[in-house]
């Protein structure tokens, strides 16, 4: 497979989404493609700019952008946070 299902916690708008990643993408171009998405999905309450972050939504735990989604070991059902 080479894609995992997560899910994606937008705390400005208290929204959360399931979306695919593909493990090849490094993460600056995954990070680019969801900001773009949250934005237009949260309504206005999330708008993402060159400063976007993903990280682990339980450990708070900032994500390298250069490396793959598969270098950092994401797995189904992991959950993330877009700030």
Request: hydrophobic share 40%; with cysteine.
């Given at each position: 497979m080479d894609k995992v299902l997560?899910?994606?916690?937008?705390?400005?708008?208290?929204?959360?989404?399931?979306?695919?990643?593909?493990?090849?993408?490094?993460?600056?171009?995954v990070v680019l493609l969801l900001a773009n998405t949250m934005t237009e999905l949260s309504q206005g309450y999330f708008t993402g700019t060159e400063?976007?972050?993903?990280?682990?939504?339980?450990?708070?735990?900032?994500?390298?952008?250069?490396?793959?989604?598969e270098e950092l070991g994401f797995k189904n059902g992991a959950k993330l946070m877009l700030l």
């Open positions: 997560v899910e994606v916690f937008i705390p400005a708008a208290n929204q959360k989404f399931d979306t695919f990643l593909p493990l090849k993408s490094p993460l600056h171009e400063h976007t972050i993903l990280c682990n939504r339980h450990t708070g735990e900032i994500f390298n952008i250069n490396a793959t989604v």
